[in-house]
């Protein structure tokens, strides 16, 4: 009754929220992903998306069909693999930033390690700009990281806004310069924080410095600054920091997934890094969640 290709668009629209995006991601043409839609909701009966020109959002029976795709999706793959006897196998170092430590990473993870026991997976978990360096000199095989939007390397798998949080009774002095909680370069979202605030002559001062994330998000529930961070992202405890507070628009960021040097991949790699990379797509909206399932 559900097809399966049907079901991946639909995945790759609700996770994207945009026919477009969802289009490229799955490299066909956005009138395929909107026949796809359409054919999917005739044969559920139900609308499951509702759209105009400026947005995209998941109904009702949207979000229900949601866990029904990925459940039906996981076990189609897993039925695949074993009547076609494809076992992988293989060492796969991952990367994924620091951005993913409070999510539902561990369990796309998990998923991933109980369907392919043979593939020893290595993980890193860094500064984004720290894994595209590691990445460039070898030493991962697939990372799962920011970019600044307009980038143009690896596979986009979405795009969020930046924002300014900090604790919720925080109340910065317009007077003062502002107390900045950062990761240390080469932190994609502190060279942004620091590039507005000094574009917009917005004096600042270094409250906090930490290459874990756990160790920033301490610091801003105890109210010792505010941080740079992705909305869809927000840790528990902490808040958006409110408009009156005058502080400049951070803009986007691109997450993607990037490919190591495939050319050379060691055999068993490449295949290995292309099931996990699938699987993260797949899974990509419980990324937007955090652990505890707060929001």
């Known amino acids: 009754m559900y097809d399966p290709g049907l079901l991946r668009t639909f995945l790759a629209v609700a996770q994207t929220l945009s026919f477009t995006r969802a289009a490229s991601r799955l490299g066909v043409r956005q009138s395929t992903v909107s026949q796809h839609v359409r054919r999917l909701e005739e044969a559920a009966g139900r609308q499951l ?6 947005s995209v959002e998941l109904t009702e029976d949207g ?37 993913f430590v409070l999510t539902r990473l561990p369990e796309i993870l998990e998923s991933f390690r109980r369907d392919h026991p043979e593939v020893d997976l290595e993980l890193t978990v860094e500064l984004s700009g720290t894994l595209h360096e590691q990445l460039g000199a070898g030493r991962l095989d697939l990372v799962l ?3 600044r939007t307009g980038g143009t390397h690896g596979d986009l798998v979405w795009q969020d806004a930046l924002t300014w949080i900090g604790a919720p009774q925080l109340r910065l002095d317009p007077e003062r310069p502002v107390p900045l909680i950062v990761f240390p370069p080469p932190g994609i979202t502190r060279a942004r924080a620091l590039e507005v605030l000094e574009a917009h002559g917005r004096a600042w001062r ?40 005058g502080l400049p628009e951070l803009g986007g960021v691109d997450f993607v997934l990037l490919h190591g040097h495939r050319a050379g991949a060691r055999h068993g790699t490449r ?20 652990a505890d399932g707060t929001r």
């Open 63 to 99: 979000e229900a069909m949601l866990g029904f795709a990925r459940t039906i999706l996981e076990a189609h793959e897993r039925a695949a693999a074993f009547f076609t006897g494809t076992r992988l196998w293989g060492r796969l170092r991952f990367g994924a930033s620091e951005d």
């Open 206 to 245: 270094i409250a906090c410095t930490s290459g874990s994330l756990s160790g920033l998000v301490a610091a801003a529930r105890a109210g010792l600054g505010v941080m740079a961070h992705t909305r869809g992202l927000i840790p528990p405890g902490l808040a958006p920091v409110p408009a009156r507070a």
């Open 49 to 54: 998306f509702t759209r105009d020109t400026h």
């Open 145 to 147: 990281a920011k970019r």
């Open 271 to 290: 295949e290995a890094a292309d099931a996990l990379a699938a699987a993260i797509l797949a899974g990509v909206d419980r990324l937007h969640h955090p």
